[in-house]
């Protein structure tokens, strides 16, 4: 029997230190209690050049942190993602354009989406909480929950 190759997915955002991190550590936790993280390649990045190398906002390492969800992220951009990746989830429209225009000049094979495409409280676009508060950073981190559950189970 042929070893199952894992599946993968990049979460995306503005500058990759509100919420693609905190996407992609609530999706990292959530197959890490599945048992099923074998079976994942899991990370995100920015679209723009703001932030590389920076590490995620204090006020969603505080968020997690709450949570108790383990982060350990630096800021990166999308390069080569386009090709490795089986997923790219972004979390609003600009990203969504800039990642369809950047995918069909490099030989994507991801299928690129917006988080919150399939949720069920129809809350499209998850709002960038940078420049808001604490509170901010909450709702931001409850959407990504039911965003990255829903897509767990519809990716399964």
């Known amino acids: 029997?042929?070893?199952?190759?894992?599946?993968?997915?990049?979460f995306v955002c503005l500058g990759n230190i509100c919420r693609s991190p905190i996407a992609e550590a609530v999706f990292r936790k959530l197959v890490t209690d599945q048992n099923i993280s074998d079976n994942?390649?899991?990370?995100?990045?920015?679209?723009s050049t703001y932030e590389i190398e920076n590490p995620p906002d204090y006020r969603g390492q505080n968020c997690k942190r709450k949570h108790d969800i383990p982060m350990n992220h630096m800021a990166q951009q999308v390069t080569k993602d386009f090709a490795t990746f089986g997923y790219i989830l972004c979390m609003g429209e600009s990203s969504l354009r800039y990642l369809n225009r950047k995918g069909s000049e490099k030989n994507c094979k991801a299928k690129i989406e917006v988080l919150g495409s399939s949720e069920a409280q129809k809350q499209l676009i998850i709002e960038d909480p940078c420049y808001g508060n604490d509170s901010d950073f909450e709702t931001v981190y409850q959407q990504c929950v039911r965003c990255c559950k829903e897509f767990l189970e519809k990716s399964q």
Not at 1 to 10: E, F, G, N, T
């Open 40 to 47: 994942w390649r899991i990370d995100s990045a920015t679209t």
């Open 1 to 10: 029997m042929a070893a199952q190759l894992p599946k993968s997915v990049l």
